[in-house]
């Protein structure tokens, strides 16, 4: 099983809401990720969480802010968003970092207003 | 010059036949290499891994690594409509840590 869920599937959201994305996985995975991605363009990293510290953090505004409660756990916190944050966000998993395999939940098409 | 580099398409092949998607990176010390399948408005889904030089199969799919040559490739045989996506090349830039840098991807698309 290579699942990871993230709720919600579609969030619209306006420029002073205060929102937050789950991402959920129960593979035994000590690494977790955020990405982002435009309409017809690659993932981006936003930030990467090993053992549930965060280690990488890609120069992400202050209005995303990543949270890991758990190892199977990884939150994004949204507050004061802008319209050109509208995206698909996505969560992945791996065993650890370094070359292992990335494994993608669905994502969350996020629509700012 | 781009870390990951993959023609965007769209490449377009005839039901049954052989797609050969190509991607070249530019960091020597890179280690590992993934192709990501993505239909559009999903997410990305893991087609193959490589992490050693020469050929990897997997059913239809094939990877190809030639890390002299920095250049990663995957061939599909018989190719079939449900394999119309944007395929994503993935490379570990740096071989540490997590950076998995993505190209930009090729659209395929296979006509009947």
């Known amino acids: 099983d290579t699942e990871v869920t993230q709720t919600p599937k579609h969030l619209v959201m306006g420029m002073t809401n205060k929102k937050s994305l789950k991402c959920e996985q129960h593979?035994?995975?000590?690494?977790m990720y955020w990405y982002k991605q435009k309409a017809k363009k690659p993932p981006e990293l936003m930030f990467v969480?090993?053992?549930?510290?965060?280690?990488i953090n890609e120069s992400v505004p202050s209005r995303f802010s990543p949270e890991c409660p758990n190892s199977s756990l990884l939150n994004l916190h949204l507050h004061a968003l802008q319209p050109e944050d509208s995206a698909l966000y996505l969560c992945?998993?791996?065993?650890?970092?370094?070359?292992?395999?990335?494994?993608f939940g669905a994502g969350t098409r996020l629509s700012v207003l | 010059q781009k870390e990951v580099e993959q023609n965007s398409g769209p490449l377009s092949v005839p039901e049954g036949a052989i797609a050969s998607l190509n991607c070249t990176y530019s960091?020597?010390?890179?280690?590992?290499f993934f192709w990501y399948r993505q239909y559009s408005g999903k997410s990305p889904e893991l087609i193959m891994s490589?992490?050693?030089?020469g050929d990897k199969e997997d059913g239809r799919f094939t990877a190809q690594l030639n890390k002299a040559s920095q250049y990663v490739s995957l061939l599909i045989r018989d190719s079939q409509p449900s394999d119309s996506a944007t395929y994503l090349c993935?490379?570990?830039?740096?071989?540490?840590?997590?950076?998995?840098?993505f190209g930009t991807g090729t659209r395929l698309q296979v006509t009947l």
């Open positions: 960091d020597r010390v890179s280690q590992s």
């Open positions: 992945a998993s791996s065993h650890r970092t370094g070359n292992d395999i990335q494994y």
């Open positions: 993935a490379v570990n830039i740096g071989g540490t840590a997590s950076k998995l840098t």
């Open positions: 490589i992490y050693s030089n």
């Open positions: 593979m035994g995975h000590r690494a």
């Open positions: 969480y090993s053992y549930e510290k965060l280690s």
